[in-house]
C-alpha cells in the first residue's frame, strides 16, 4: 500500500468534503502602482505559459496606473481564451492586468495553494470554465462562474503527498519530454538535410529541368471566412486545418499559405479537402512528375523569403511558379518518395513516431494527475 493510500484510508475513507472555491479562496483585490514593478515582477497574460511551465519576463511593462497585486503562492490563470488553460504558481511577488485571474487560499491550515494549483490545471477545471467562458470573438473565463468550481478538499497531510507525487512526476515528465523533443529536432533536422540531398540532382540527358510553373496551375482558394457549418471534409487556410466543410475545393494535394504570418508555408490536403482564400491550391498537371515527388519539392522552395510585404506578407503566383528545378526519371522519383515518407512519419505523424510518444506521455501524466485529484465525495 503506497503512503497516499494509508494517508487516505487513515484520514479520510468515507471520502471528502468538496467546497465551492469562493469557499476556501478568493480573488485578489489588492492593487500596486505599475511604477513599483519591472520585467520580472509584472504578468500579463502573453506572459504565461502552457502545460504549467509557468511564465517567461515580460517585453512590455506598464509605466503608469494601478495593477493587480499578487503574492507568492497566488494561483495566475489566463482568462481570456485562447490563453484559458495558461496557469502559474507565483515564485514572487507583482502585479498583473485584468486578463489574468489572481486567485489566493483563504488559510493555508486547511488548503495548500501547491495543491489547489493542481487542481485548477486539471482537464475537468479547464472544461468547466471553457463551457462557462462568454463572449463571441474573445471569449472570457466567467469569474463568477470559476468560484462556483467545486473542489476536492482532503486533509492537508492528503494533500501534501498529493503535490509531492505530482511534482516528482511533472519533473520526469519534463525530462523525458526534453529528451523526445531533442531528438524529435535532431531527426527533423537530418530528415531536411537528406530530403534537400535526394531532391537535388545534376542535370543530364536522363533528368529534366523544369519550372515548379511547369508542375503545377496554382488558384487562390474560396471565401476570406473559415466556414463554420462543419461538414465531413477538412478546411485548410494558411497553416493547416482549420475546421471541417460539406464543400470540397481540392483533393490529395499541397496547399500553400500565400498570405499572412504563415505566406509560403506548405502542407498536404490529405484526401478531399476545402481551401479558404489564406491558402493557394495546387493542381498538378505534369505527368512526368510524381505527385508526393512535386509535394516534396515545394517543401524545399523558400517562398515566404520572396513574398511581397506592404502591409503583411503575400505570395503571388508569379512567387509560386518561377523557381527551377530538375526532375529525374518517374522510377527514381518513387523511389525518393518512398524514403522521404517514412523520414516523414517519423517526424509529423500524431499517430506514430516520436510526437506520438510525446503526445503519449503527456496524456499518461494528465491522467494520472486527474485520477490522483478524484475523490469520492464524504456524505453530508
Keep these: ?16 468534503e468538496y467546497k465551492t472555491l469562493s469557499d476556501v479562496a478568493n480573488y485578489s483585490t489588492s492593487r500596486i502602482d505599475a511604477k513599483e514593478i519591472d520585467a520580472q515582477s509584472y504578468v500579463g497574460v502573453d506572459n504565461l505559459l502552457t502545460d504549467k511551465k509557468g511564465k517567461i519576463n515580460s517585453s512590455y511593462v506598464p509605466t503608469e496606473g494601478r495593477l493587480t497585486r ?36 483563504n488559510n493555508s491550515e486547511t488548503l495548500s495553494p501547491e495543491y489547489l494549483f493542481y487542481v485548477l490545471s486539471s482537464d475537468q477545471f479547464f472544461i468547466y470554465d471553457m463551457q462557462n467562458a462568454k463572449g463571441a470573438k474573445m471569449p472570457r473565463g466567467d469569474k463568477s462562474a470559476v468560484m462556483k468550481y467545486k473542489v476536492p478538499l482532503p486533509p492537508l497531510p492528503v494533500q501534501r503527498e498529493i503535490v509531492r507525487i505530482l511534482d516528482n512526476f511533472t519533473e520526469l515528465t519534463a525530462e523525458l ?24 540532382c545534376p542535370l543530364t540527358s536522363e533528368n529534366t529541368e523544369m519550372t515548379i510553373g511547369d ?30 466543410h460539406s464543400l470540397y475545393n481540392s483533393e490529395c494535394a499541397p496547399v500553400i499559405g500565400h498570405i499572412g504570418a504563415y505566406a509560403g508555408i506548405v502542407n498536404w490536403g490529405e484526401g478531399k479537402h476545402f481551401v479558404t482564400y ?14 508526393k515527388y512535386a509535394y516534396y519539392l515545394l517543401l524545399t522552395q523558400d517562398f515566404g523569403s520572396k513574398s511581397k510585404n506592404s502591409s503583411q506578407p503575400f505570395v503571388s503566383y508569379d512567387v509560386l511558379k518561377e523557381p527551377k528545378v530538375t526532375i529525374p526519371l518517374l522510377s527514381e522519383q518513387k523511389n525518393i518518395v518512398s524514403i522521404l515518407d517514412r523520414f516523414d512519419t517519423l517526424c509529423n505523424d ?13 496524456k499518461q501524466y494528465e491522467y494520472y494527475r486527474d485520477k490522483l485529484l478524484t475523490f469520492k465525495e464524504a456524505k453530508a
Aim: glycine share 12%.
Design 177 to 200: 519530454t526534453a529528451e523526445l523533443t531533442a531528438e524529435l529536432t535532431a531527426r527533423k533536422k537530418q530528415y531536411e538535410y537528406y530530403r534537400d540531398s535526394l531532391l537535388t
Design 215 to 244: 508542375i503545377y496551375n496554382f488558384q487562390y482558394g474560396t471565401g476570406n471566412t473559415i466556414p463554420t457549418e462543419g461538414g465531413p471534409y477538412p478546411v485548410y487556410g494558411s497553416n493547416g486545418t482549420v475546421g471541417t
Design 350 to 362: 500524431l499517430t506514430s513516431g516520436l510526437p506520438a510518444e510525446i503526445e503519449a506521455r503527456r
Design 1 to 16: 500500500m503506497s503512503k497516499l493510500e494509508e494517508l487516505i484510508n487513515e484520514l479520510c475513507p468515507d471520502g471528502v
Design 278 to 291: 489564406n491558402g493557394v491550391i495546387c493542381k498538378h498537371k505534369n505527368d512526368q512528375v510524381n505527385k
Design 70 to 105: 499578487f503574492s507568492k503562492g497566488d494561483v495566475l490563470i489566463g482568462n481570456i481564451r485562447p490563453y484559458l488553460k495558461k496557469i502559474w504558481l507565483a515564485n514572487n511577488d507583482g502585479g498583473t492586468n485584468g486578463d489574468v485571474l489572481t486567485i489566493q487560499v
